[in-house]
Structures are given as structure tokens and as C-alpha cells.
């Protein structure tokens, strides 16, 4: 299912690279389309070649849990961690790399300025976690950045407010705009932190809109654009704290394999195929309306 979706969103998006003459995306795009395409089996147990990008749903559901294990335990020991969003005012497609950069570039300086601070033995140790994340507003067509941030007390969360506003001015963002608050659910705020990239096309959207039979439109030029504004760009960071030990994964011990059986996706059944047996692997199909939804209702056209 995921990666039916992927696949014909990748394929919309390639073709987006390919009218804006963009080949290095284009290349990632791909890359995207035949994640996992093959898999090899051993023991009931699925081995596949992960693309790592971050548009790739598939990817990113891995990553995703490897990081709530990662960060949760450290976070857990928190006694006060607070919820901060950071924002300024929505943006046009052309503004969108220049603020982002200067996003990254103003929260990396504040954090190195109290970090200088705290060394002084002058002010406290910023302490926290934070995403970039980016919405499109259709309506409009303006594109909103924001950090989504979890710091470990209420005074880390207050002191970034405050320098947020200061450095972008009340020109850009304004007081209302931003939201502090205490964390109430760590697991959820961690998730909500973690699944970076671009909310325009996210699962419980779709399965909302399928759900009630609504038109979606998926606004691929829109997550094009942030795409290529993100490029490069650190999404997911930590700050004064190490970085927690990556969970091991398990992998194959390099041994002769005798017994196993690889399998590779066959679109057309929206499944992976025994590359021998032809047996399916799951034996999944998408629902018509979910299919319908995905090949006709992809707007490209906007923005
Ligand atoms: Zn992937």
C-alpha cells in the first residue's frame, strides 16, 4: 500500500523534475520509486534496499521508530519539557530556500550564543530537540515554515521565544503566532517532532479525505518546492545534549545463503511477487476508490 502510493507520487514528482530541468532530483526521485523494490527473505525475516530519502514514506515510517527509541529514553528523564512551535509570516514559493535558510542559520546562532553564555558560567544550557517542517497553504499559495521544538524545561522554551521574536522582528513574527506549552504526551510530542518533510501529503490525511469521499488533491508541485527549499538542509536536530546510540539493526552475517527467496514488486498487483513462484507477498489490494484517488485527483497544475 505504502509503496503503491510512493510509486505514483514518484512518478508525478519526476515528471515535475523533469519540467524544471532539475536531474539530481530527478535521480533521488527514482531512487524513491525502487525502494525496496526487491526483497530478499530468509527465515520469515524481509531484507530490502532502503533509499533513505526523505520523502520516501517508507523510509521514513523506519526512521521514524528508530528515532522514537533513540530519543525517548533520554527524554523521558526531562522533569519539564515544553512544546514550542516557532514560526513568521507564510512566504512565496521564490522566498521559501532564503527563509529556510535563515531559519536554520537564526536558530543554530541563538543556541551558540547561550551555549557561550552557559560556558561563562552566565545563563543556562539551552537544551531540546527540533524539526523543520513546511505547510502549503492552497488557498493562497503562500508557504508557511515552522520548528516544532521539545525542550527539556519551560526556561529553554521561554529563552528561544524570546530571541525568535527578536530576530525576525515584529515585521515577520509576531507573539500570537507562536505556541508554548508543556508537554503532555512526550510520545506523541516526539512523534509529532520526528515526521518531518512536508505535511502536504500525509497518511491520516488521506485516509480522512478517502474516508468521507472527498476530493483530494495532492499539491505536488507545492511538496516539489519545499523539496528542493529543504535540500541539503539538517531537518531533524538536537541541541546540548549527545547524540543517543543508534539502535543496532539487525543485519545478515555474512554467510553463504542456502535458504532464501527473493521477491520483487510487481505494480500492476500492487504487490512483491516470488521472483520464482510468482506467489504474492501479502496479498494486498488497493481499494478501487484509494486507487482512483491517487491516479485522477493529482493536482500538478498549481502554484
Ligand atoms: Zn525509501
Known amino acids: 500500500m505504502r509503496k503503491t502510493r510512493t510509486q505514483i507520487m514518484m512518478l ?43 520523502f520516501c514514506s517508507l523510509c521514513c515510517s523506519i526512521r521514524k521508530a528508530d528515532m522514537i527509541n533513540r530519543y525517548k529514553p533520554v527524554m523521558e528523564k526531562w522533569k519539564e519539557p515544553y512544546f514550542l512551535t516557532l514560526t513568521v509570516k507564510s512566504c512565496s514559493a521564490r522566498n521559501l530556500s532564503k527563509y529556510i535558510a535563515k531559519f536554520i542559520q537564526g536558530i543554530t546562532r541563538i543556541i551558540a550564543k547561550h551555549r557561550k553564555r552557559y560556558q561563562r558560567g552566565n545563563g543556562i544550557k539551552l537544551v531540546g530537540v ?10 493562497y499559495k503562500t508557504y508557511n515554515p515552522h520548528f516544532h521544538i521539545i525542550t527539556k524545561d519551560r526556561k529553554t522554551a521561554e529563552i528561544l521565544l524570546r530571541e525568535w521574536l527578536k530576530l525576525w522582528t515584529p515585521k515577520f513574527a509576531k507573539r500570537p503566532a507562536q505556541n508554548i506549552q508543556p508537554v503532555r504526551d512526550l510520545e506523541n510530542g516526539l512523534i509529532e ?21 472527498k476530493t483530494v488533491y495532492i499539491y505536488l508541485k507545492a511538496l516539489d518546492t519545499i523539496l528542493t527549499a529543504m535540500k541539503g538542509k539538517r531537518i531533524f536536530d538536537r541541541f546540548g545534549f549527545d547524540s543517543p546510540q543508534q539502535t543496532t539493526h539487525k543485519q545478515i552475517k555474512p554467510q553463504l545463503l542456502l535458504n532464501y527467496d527473493e521477491w520483487e514488486y510487481n505494480p500492476e498487483l500492487t504487490d512483491w511477487q516470488h521472483v520464482l513462484t510468482g506467489e504474492t507477498l501479502s496479498g494486498y489490494i488497493l481499494p478501487p476508490s484509494l486507487k482512483a484517488i491517487l491516479e485522477n485527483n493529482i493536482n500538478t497544475t498549481l502554484v
Open 130 to 139: 527540533r524539526s523543520l517542517e513546511c505547510n502549503f497553504n492552497p488557498k
Open 12 to 54: 508525478n514528482l519526476i515528471k515535475i523534475a523533469q519540467d524544471n530541468g532539475e536531474p539530481e532530483l530527478e535521480k533521488s526521485y527514482w531512487n524513491t520509486y525502487y525502494c525496496q523494490q526487491n526483497l530478499v527473505s530468509v527465515n520469515g525475516r524481509f531484507y530490502g534496499k532502503y533509499c533513505k530519502n526523505r
Open 193 to 213: 517532532i520526528i515526521k518531518y518533510g512536508s505535511k502536504i501529503f500525509t497518511e491520516a490525511d488521506l485516509k480522512e479525505k478517502a474516508r468521507v469521499k
